[in-house]
């Protein structure tokens, strides 16, 4: 080997790992527990051994602190039932997640604005799966009540619209009747 070729394996060595630490080095989920955050539509299916099959559908609200509140609409082989649960849940710098409806855990995938998930359920007999699709953020609830109420302050500049500015006028279209009879 020659020289150039030694300093070249070293440089390799040296350069990489310092490259993949600068890579990993940046949080995909930097919020933590605030990525997920508001109302979510959630559904899944598989099978629960003890059960059978088992589909669902239904809301699960996170506030972005690890609490969860959910309602869902289950088949349990068949037999519909409505389901309310509280939960907790964590969210990792990775976008990986953990979450516990007592007596049932899940793994979570989550993307990095939050606005999704793919979760599975965790407990040994189970092989459920699913997906989580944000329907709307916690703050959509105060953007709107403060849109159609007297309080201004918090909505976008762009949505607002100055008292004192008059409306703008839409223009008159004349028919062809009216054309011949004002232009000529």
């Not at 490259?19 to 919020?31: F, W």
């Not at 609490?67 to 907790?88: E, F, K, Q």
């Not at 793919?118 to 699709?133: C, E, H, I, K, R």
Request: glycine share 10%.
């Amino acid at each position: 080997m020659t020289r150039f070729s030694i300093f070249c394996a070293l440089l390799a060595m040296t350069v990489a790992p310092t490259r993949l630490t600068l890579v990993s080095a940046a949080p995909l989920c930097p919020l933590g527990d605030a990525t997920l955050n508001g109302t979510y539509i959630v559904s899944g299916g598989g099978t629960v051994a003890t059960v059978g099959p088992v589909t669902s559908v239904g809301e699960v609200t996170y506030d972005g602190k690890g609490n969860s509140d959910a309602t869902y609409t289950v088949s349990l082989n068949g037999a519909m039932h409505t389901i309310t649960v509280t939960g907790t849940y964590t969210v990792n710098a990775d976008c990986t997640a953990t979450a516990v409806e007592v007596p049932n855990h899940f793994n979570f995938v989550v993307s990095p604005n939050g606005s999704s998930a793919n979760w599975m359920a965790t407990d040994s007999g189970t092989v459920l799966s699913g997906t989580l699709v944000r329907l709307r953020p916690l703050d959509s609830f105060e953007d709107a009540a403060r849109l159609h109420s007297g309080n201004r302050v918090g909505i976008p500049a762009t949505l607002r619209q100055d008292p004192k500015t008059p409306a703008v006028r839409k223009p008159k279209v004349l028919h062809a009747s009216e054309r011949s009879s004002s232009g000529s």
